[in-house]
């Protein structure tokens, strides 16, 4: 058995010597991220228990939301309960759809004073005309808890540390829960976003994955997706990857997520015939969507210690 070494915030597993996992032996494994996030709210809990011990608060978020969208409510409601359940303070600032920017501007400017308030988050989609990149860029980078702030995506492109998004950070730690190394893998991103596609190639590079980025213009994605130990989609187009594309032993981590005509909720990926094939597979719901709301959590913590010179402890 070869010996493991650890990442420090993801727990990525390294083999020294010779592999020590082999995907044939194993399909089929549901990665639940609902167990995997719970593990990390947890871990987090009690740090955010130590930091109010020892300098007489906890840490704190606060959460911006911009008109009435239905599904923008549901998940601001779901990162505040979270940062509750964690003793995480949680600062909830809704604004109507017809604000102007120069009142949502002055609030970010006072949140980035306030002491008490160590993470921002805008939640999106914005209502038009207001401009995301115009209200993020206001933010300071070092509350930025959702890493789309230049400095912050910089910071990425230049394997710096700084603050990276959510959902592809709960990808790469689910992703760290098989156990697998990823070095030398080949992995294909579907979708190029800012919030999930790009991010998520270059904290696979960080980890010496062999990447493509497939999209609208991939004239071959089957192809493509044959050929991947790491299938990653993030598209919100149901059902788009077919179960037979997927490689014997490959690992599925399925981003996408969309509401049916019947009010349930589907992923990019043909779940049932890809859990035939893959070693590892995420469920939609219950995998990125928990991991993606935890790694918030542990962003809020990491920027309250950075705050005070710390390192994080996780």
């Known amino acids: 058995m070869a010996r493991l070494a650890q990442d420090r915030s993801l727990g990525f597993a390294s083999a020294q010597g010779f592999a020590y996992f082999d995907p044939y032996m194993a399909r089929g494994a549901i990665l639940d991220g609902r167990a995997i996030a719970r593990s990390v709210r947890q871990a987090v809990k009690e740090e955010v228990d130590g930091f109010r011990a020892q300098y007489g608060r906890a840490p704190g978020l606060a959460t911006i939301l911009i008109g009435d969208n239905a599904a923008s409510r549901v998940y601001i409601g779901t990162k ?176 996408g997520i969309s509401r049916l005509a019947d009010g349930s909720l589907a992923g990019d990926v043909d779940f049932p015939a890809a859990k035939e094939r893959a070693a590892f597979i995420t469920p939609v719901p219950g995998g990125v969507g928990p991991m993606t709301v935890a790694m918030l959590l542990k962003n809020t913590l990491k920027a309250a210690h950075q705050q005070r010179g710390n390192v994080s402890p996780l």
């Open 80 to 255: 505040e309960r979270a940062c509750r359940k964690v003793g995480i303070q949680s600062f909830g600032y809704r604004l109507p759809e017809a604000t102007p920017a120069s009142k949502a501007l002055a609030l970010i400017t006072e949140l980035n004073a306030r002491p008490d308030v160590n993470g921002i988050l805008i939640q999106l989609p914005l209502p038009p005309p207001l401009s995301h990149e115009r209200l993020n860029e206001a933010l300071d980078p070092n509350k930025d808890v959702d890493g789309l702030h230049l400095l912050n995506q910089g910071r990425l492109l230049r394997g710096e540390d700084g603050f990276r998004p959510c959902t592809p950070l709960g990808v790469m730690r689910l992703l760290a829960h098989t156990g697998l190394p990823l070095a030398g893998q080949k992995a294909v991103v579907i979708g190029r976003s800012h919030l999930v596609g790009r991010p998520l190639i270059f904290l696979l590079l960080e980890h010496h994955v062999t990447v493509t980025c497939c999209h609208s213009r991939t004239t071959d994605l089957a192809g493509e997706v044959r050929r991947a130990d790491l299938v990653i989609p993030a598209t919100g187009q149901p059902g788009m990857i077919r179960g037979e594309w997927i490689k014997d032993g490959a690992t599925v981590i399925d981003v």
